[in-house]
């Protein structure tokens, strides 16, 4: 699950993470008057306007006309993400900046061209930067350990660093039963070419962050940029937080925080109906049971010169409601051309799955050609079944086949 940066910042103040102060406002008039009421009546001489979208490179990124496409301009530059205000007249250029912002949409290079509405707009008081840091923990899945990577460049998207200069990132493995060790901490703040006060900022701060990663259960947790102020404090000036869904459960209170406004909405009418469903920008629709097959799936499509338009694990209990929602809920994607049915009859017999399927066509309207692949527990009985059924099924022998049959229709389509 994301969240937004000003919710992460919340977060993290609490594991005594530094952060800047900040308010969030959800429409031009309140970013004016707070603009006002707590900022520049309170002496804070310098603005920074931000976006919050689930998607990175916000800074560089540009906001266009939800009605036009065009880009949005502003004193004759165009009107970006995040932005930063100082000088006179703060809470009116506050309020006309975010007047073209609301309701726009901000085009990063995450969001490819269809960009990100922005509905919420953080408003956050400047700092006096010395020099710009990357950090970032994440679970690495050789290792089987939580991973805290740091690196100068800050500012930049780490998969760049990460391509370009891999030299550059540092890493740490935190072994989960000892937890991070102060010296892991201060063999970062060195690699950093960190010294003296900025040391002893560093240290608490990457601790603190560690903590709150651990204790919130998260997936990721990234600074970009961490900051060294000018008298050497370690500020967190972004933060993007993502938490492990499986362990929602048991961290009271988060799930409030998802925005369903930056969700997928098929993705999240999947999930009103238990699918494990993910929107790709592919045109063969996958209907799998079991992540591991799905996943392998998607790459016979591709080998197959295919491209996957989903990932869809409908999980072992295949029958007609869980069968009918997912087709309906893969219709719904324009994009996809023709579908493939791949069950390993396991836990669910092959019988009941083609059952399932034949069923589920008669309350759902599927225009494109589906190919089923069906092995396992009663496979020779589901084909019979599919076969009798009187719908135009093409059935495949093996998962190969499957993969180049359905590569083959949509190439047809095309």
């Known amino acids: 699950m994301k969240i937004h940066e000003y919710q992460g910042k919340a977060l993290l103040k609490k594991f005594n993470v530094p952060v800047l102060f900040g308010k969030v406002v959800f429409n031009a008039e ?15 001489g310098t603005l920074v306007v931000k976006s919050q979208v689930h998607a990175g490179g916000r800074g560089k990124g540009i906001i266009h006309d939800i009605a036009t496409n065009e880009q949005i301009e502003l004193g004759g530059k165009p009107l970006r993400g ?58 690495d899945r050789q290792t089987g350990r939580n991973c805290i990577m740091a690196s100068t460049e800050g500012g930049v998207e780490i998969e760049k660093v990460a391509a370009e200069t891999p030299e550059k990132i540092l890493k740490e493995f935190i072994d989960p039963s000892n937890g991070l060790q102060a010296f892991q901490a201060r063999r970062l ?48 000036l972004d933060a993007k937080v993502n938490f492990d869904d499986n362990a929602l459960y048991r961290q009271a209170g988060l799930e409030a925080l998802k925005d369903f406004a930056e969700e997928d909405p098929l993705e999240t009418e999947a999930a009103t109906f238990d699918l494990n469903y993910i929107k790709l920008d592919g045109n063969v629709g996958c209907m799998v049971n079991g992540a591991g097959l799905a996943m392998a799936t998607m790459d016979m499509i591709m080998l197959s010169g295919g491209r996957p338009a989903n990932f869809l694990d409908v999980g072992g209990g295949a029958n007609v409601k869980r069968i009918s929602n997912a087709f309906r809920i893969m219709m719904s994607d324009s994009n996809v051309k023709a579908v493939l049915i791949n069950i390993f009859g396991g836990i669910v017999r092959c019988d009941k799955v083609a059952d399932g399927i034949v069923e589920a066509l008669k309350q759902v309207q599927v225009t494109v050609p589906v190919i089923v692949r069906l092995d396992g527990t009663n496979a020779k009985e589901a084909v019979v079944t ?11 022998q093996n998962f190969e086949q499957a993969a180049k049959m359905v590569s083959e229709v949509v190439a047809l389509s095309a």
């Open 189 to 236: 703040a060195f690699g950093l070419g960190l010294s003296g006060d900025a040391v002893k900022s560093f240290i608490p701060f990457i601790t603190n962050l560690y903590n709150a990663y651990q204790a919130l259960d998260c997936s990721l947790m990234e600074i970009n940029p961490l900051v060294l102020t000018k008298d050497n404090k370690m500020i967190a």
């Open 82 to 139: 995040v932005n930063v205000l100082s000088g006179e007249d703060i809470p009116d250029r506050v309020y006309q900046m975010t007047k073209n912002m609301f309701g726009n949409k901000l085009v990063t290079i995450q969001t490819g061209a269809a960009g990100s509405i922005v509905n919420r707009i953080l408003l956050e008081e400047g700092c006096a930067i010395e020099k710009e840091f990357y950090a970032g923990i994440v679970m």
């Open 30 to 44: 309140d970013a004016g008057k707070a603009a006002y009421e707590d900022f520049t009546s309170k002496g804070i």
């Open 386 to 396: 599919l076969k009798n059924s009187g719908m135009n099924f093409k059935i495949a």
